[in-house]
């Protein structure tokens, strides 16, 4: 009897043993195992990125993607190029969770990371895909993933860095038209500067205390000065003066002879 129950109670111990090595409340593992098969509406909820992509490039034996953006379903805005990793990067040996790519081919693209590059194994939910026009979301989907229209990469016509390079195609042309509005502002301060200076009077010049107030270029003067070197100027008055002198010389020399005789 004791000896039963002693073989017992070690079956049961042995049956509890992984149980106990187990801590209570320990998280569960953080993916689960790639044979397991996730619902592609379920994936949608958990990923953090979900974009289409087509493969233009394949680099690490295929398990390495540089994909164009097509359309962004979840997550932030991408540019046009991004690169999507399906190995773990040993050069050497492939893994049992390493997904390899095909050229040209698009593929939807499920990731848990928010920046390129994307790790997206065979692990994931991402499969290839063939775009629906106007980047609609397939109606299944949609509800998963919160919208029924896809965005447009940031370098497609129509996002944002488009209106943005627009916004910079538009410059030089800014760039000319102030340039012009600039010459035509001085343009018009010069002219104006201009009428200003014609409609003031000119001031005539006063002469100074000292300076005779005579100018040696007035008529006046010129007159004058023709008159002091003139025949007439010059020897009438002194002519004059001899002549007197000469008569009066005469009327003294008779008187004196009349005296005499």
């Not at 953080?30 to 974009?51: M, Y």
């Not at 997550?75 to 049992?96: I, K, L, N, W, Y």
Request: glycine share 10%; with cysteine; aromatic share 4%.
């Amino acid at each position: 009897m004791g000896m039963r129950f002693a073989v017992r109670l070690l079956v049961v111990a042995m049956l509890a043993l992984p149980a106990l090595t187990v801590a209570p409340g320990a998280a569960p593992p953080a993916r689960a195992e790639c044979g397991t098969a996730v619902p592609i509406d379920a994936a949608l909820l958990q990923a953090d990125t979900v974009f289409v992509g087509e493969v233009t490039d394949l680099t690490d034996r295929n398990r390495e993607a540089t994909m164009r953006v097509l359309e962004v379903w979840k997550g932030r805005d991408r540019p046009a190029t991004v690169v999507v990793q399906g190995g773990s990067g040993e050069p050497t040996s492939f893994g049992p969770d390493d997904r390899t790519f095909q050229l040209g081919r698009t593929y939807l693209v499920l990731s848990d990371d928010t920046r390129s590059p994307f790790e997206s194994d065979r692990c994931t939910a991402t499969k290839l895909y063939t775009p629906i026009a106007g980047r609609a979301i397939p109606a299944n989907l949609a509800a998963a993933v919160g919208v029924t229209k896809a965005r447009a990469p940031l370098s497609a016509p129509g996002g944002d860095e488009a209106a943005a390079a627009g916004g910079l195609a538009i410059l030089p042309i800014i760039n000319v038209a102030l340039v012009l509005v600039g010459l035509m502002a001085a343009g018009y301060m010069y002219r104006r500067l201009s009428s200003s200076r014609q409609r003031v009077p000119q001031r005539v010049p006063q002469p100074s205390p000292s300076q005779p107030k005579s100018d040696r270029n007035s008529p006046d003067a010129l007159a004058k000065l023709s008159r002091r070197f003139s025949l007439s100027g010059m020897f009438g008055r002194s002519g004059l003066d001899a002549s007197e002198k000469l008569r009066g010389k005469r009327q003294l020399r008779r008187a004196k002879g009349g005296k005499r005789d």
